[in-house]
Structure formats: C-alpha cells, structure tokens
C-alpha cells in the first residue's frame, strides 16, 4: 500500500521516481508474490513501456495482466486505480475508445465513488 500511494504523489512530482517505485512494486511482486496492490504496479510498469520505451505491445501485454491480477484482489476498491491507468492511458491506443475504454472508465468513477474515495471517483470521471 505505500508503495502504491508513493507512486501516486510521484505522478505530479517525479517520472523517475516513479518509474523507480513501479520497477520496485514489479520486483516485490515477483520476489514474494502477488498483493492487493500488485495490478496497479504492473498497470503502472505498462504505462513506462508505453512512454519511456514506446512498446505499445509490451504495454497492453502488462495491461491485461494488470486487469488478471486484479481480478484475484480480494480488494474491489482498487479497481479504480488500476481501470484508470489501463483504460485511460494504455487501452485507448490499442482499443477502441468509446466504445471499450469509456464504460471502464465509467465503471472505475462508480466504484471510486463506492467506497468513499471521492477524489479517486472523480479522477476516474475526468478521464472519460
């Protein structure tokens, strides 16, 4: 868990720091297994391999696994976070938006807003 909120304040302040900490949370996650918090690391690691290396492929490849690990999370209230970063930054160029990416989005705002993370929801809602 603070590793996925350090790498959420990074986002504004740092892009090496934050890929430091999603290298990090991708180690973690390999080195002692899988976490409540490990799909928004890999979600995270996807998003470098789009920007920083430009590997769409490699990108979607850790986005759906992303989504898979998640899908084991016994933590449903991160679904936002995670839909967000795969549906909002690395889905929409290799998927059709509108018509894939906006119900996630969709879906991502409601659930942030769920469980009292209105911040989250609103995030989630901005971005479709």
């Known amino acids: 868990k603070v590793m996925t909120l350090l790498i959420q304040s990074s986002i504004l302040l740092n892009s090496n720091l934050r890929a430091v900490l999603a290298l990090k949370m991708v180690y973690l996650t390999l080195n002692h297994g ?3 918090y490990s799909s928004y690391g890999i979600a995270i690691y996807g998003v470098l391999q789009l920007q920083i290396i430009g590997n769409v492929k490699r990108a979607s490849e850790f986005a759906q696994l992303a989504l898979k690990l998640h899908e084991r999370s016994q933590r449903k209230e991160l679904l936002d976070q995670t839909h967000v970063i795969v549906y909002g930054v690395i889905f ?13 989005l969709q879906k991502a705002a409601q659930v942030g807003l769920l469980y009292n993370e209105a911040r989250r929801g609103l995030s989630a809602s901005l971005s479709t």
Do not use: A, G, L
Not at 92 to 104: A, D, E, G, R, Y
């Open 34 to 36: 899988f976490s409540n």
């Open 92 to 104: 929409p160029i290799t998927m059709h938006f509108k018509s894939v990416c906006v119900p996630q």
